[in-house]
């Protein structure tokens, strides 16, 4: 992966994706065990219409109204995404945090999480 070679061996790495299927999710996970700490399926939260596509309804206001959606001004959905990315980053750091904190050192991947977990 290229984040290791620019980053190093012990970078952590935490995916915003979408559309990846799930089993190249679990693939990455067990090829880098050490390195993925978690995922982020950004086309599973419901408010995200146009999944494969990205935020067309502001980079492509064509395609965007060939796939039933209009060019949003305020940039709630973008925004609501990156939130709802952001929350799960913090909640996976605050859990391995808190593992690491009570193990001896061996910090598990993330408790109950997969590839399909949103929230």
Do not use: C, W
């Amino acid at each position: 992966m290229l984040s290791l070679i620019k980053y190093g061996d012990d970078t952590q790495l935490f995916y915003a994706v979408d559309s990846l299927d799930s089993d190249s999710l679990n693939n990455l996970s067990a090829l880098y065990p050490q390195n993925v700490i978690g995922f982020f399926a950004i086309n599973r939260v419901s408010e995200y219409h146009t999944s494969g596509y990205g935020f067309v309804e502001q980079t492509d206001p064509l395609l965007g109204a060939l796939l039933g959606v209009e060019r949003d001004e305020s940039f709630f959905i973008p925004r609501y995404v990156a939130n709802r990315t952001v929350a799960r980053l913090e909640s996976t750091l605050e859990k391995r945090t808190r593992a690491s904190e009570q193990d001896d050192g061996n910090v598990p991947k993330s408790e109950g999480e997969t590839p399909n977990d949103v929230d």
